[in-house]
């Protein structure tokens, strides 16, 4: 059948002043076009036709409700379905890109609303995020090297649904420093709370994705992990974090001393000493809380051998000291989790909240540099 010019024009304007308007001639043209499609699928493949199924696909900004052809032998699949996927899977990076960057499921659905005219619920936002879920996990199940020279451990507290109840759970993350004295994140991990046999677990996890080797491990004082080091990497070395240990000890005396007991405890603690050991930092630590616990006896616990492990720094060389003295670097990664997830209240499950940091701790591409003072560190070699 052919047309005259005029019959098409009048086709086409009858299209356009619908109730899709525009929309419904570019859903006319792409149905023509799969139509076309299968015709010639059928010629050359011997198939016949067998109906329509529906698709939802994103082009140019809009969401169509298209009928996709079929085959009986159902070996027949649009070509223009796979470029349009391709745009689809856009709408999917754009959701996740959004959700990740710190906005609700609300949010991003309506301004999914502006850019496609479709409005999505929370539940089907959720669901767009599958694909990102997937590809985080991967990420964060992925296999590891064999050695890691230093590697950061902390836990960050975040309010969390599970069930009928809210509360702050505990996520843990390892950052670890590779060989090449690049950094990259190889675990966070959730537990309702934080304890030495939960990291336990984390640590016989690294194990069975291929890490044998940790030289140092670097974290706060969680009593302990000193244990749970020996059990699983025998041959680290531990630093617990002097800035927590500072912090503990000023809290203990009254202000009007608390400007002499830091200014001595910093002398202590300077990284940049000379002709200076573990051992020997650790004896003049125990030298000034037995000064300072005729006033404060509640410093004496301080003496206890466990607080060596604050000083283990002093082992290494001058330049790398102020890198492996404090958990400052997994601290400010705990800051950038919390940027974007204090956008929101409550999370609605740990997995949202997995989600959300490992597509931080993924996207840190500060941690690709090499650091500079790390080149010439026996950590490396």
């Not at 996709?68 to 990076?93: C, I, T, W």
């Not at 300072?292 to 060596?308: A, E, F």
């Not at 492996?324 to 909240?353: F, S």
């Amino acid at each position: 059948m052919e047309f005259t010019h005029e019959q098409i024009s009048e086709i086409i304007s009858e299209i356009t002043n619908g109730e899709l308007g525009l929309q419904g001639l570019v859903k006319q043209g792409l149905e023509s076009l799969m139509l076309s499609e299968r015709d010639l699928h059928n010629e050359t493949r011997g198939d016949v036709s067998n109906g329509f199924r529906g698709r939802r696909v994103c082009h140019g900004g809009k969401v169509f409700e298209l009928r996709v052809p079929r085959s009986r032998n159902n070996h027949f699949y649009p070509m223009l379905l796979g470029v349009l996927k391709d745009q689809e899977e856009e709408a999917q990076k754009l959701v996740s890109s959004l959700y990740c960057s710190g906005l609700t499921t609300e949010q991003v659905g309506k301004i999914y609303e502006q850019f496609y005219g479709k409005h999505y619920s929370k539940s089907q936002v959720s669901r767009l995020l599958n694909t990102a879920r997937e590809d985080v996990n991967a990420w964060l199940g992925r296999e590891l090297d064999h050695r890691y020279p230093i590697i950061y451990i902390d836990a960050t507290y975040v309010l969390t649904r599970r069930d009928d109840s809210v509360s702050n759970e505990a996520y843990y993350t390892v950052l670890g420093v590779k060989e090449d004295r690049t950094r990259e994140v190889l675990a966070v991990v959730n537990f309702p709370t934080e304890s030495a046999t939960n990291w336990k677990d984390v640590f016989e996890d690294l194990k069975e994705r291929g890490v044998a080797v940790i030289d140092l491990l670097v974290c706060d004082g969680l009593p302990g992990i000193e244990n749970v080091l020996a059990d699983t990497f025998p041959k680290a070395d531990l630093q617990l974090c002097t800035v927590h240990l500072k912090r503990n000890i000023a809290g203990k005396v009254k202000p009007r001393d608390k400007k002499q007991v830091m200014e001595e405890l910093k002398q202590i603690c300077a990284p940049d000493q000379w002709e200076i050991s573990p051992e020997k930092a650790f004896e003049k630590f125990k030298e000034f809380i037995t000064r300072w616990q005729k006033s404060y006896p509640v410093l004496k616990r301080y003496c206890h051998d466990r607080y060596r492990f604050y000083f283990t720094y002093f082992k290494y060389e001058r330049e790398i000291r102020g890198m492996i003295y404090t958990t400052n670097w997994i601290e400010r990664l705990n800051r950038d989790y919390k940027r974007v997830i204090n956008m929101r209240g409550a999370m609605p499950n740990p997995q949202a909240v997995i989600l959300l940091m490992g597509t931080v701790a993924q996207n840190a591409d500060i941690y690709k540099y090499p650091i500079y003072n790390f080149l010439e560190s026996r950590l490396f070699y």
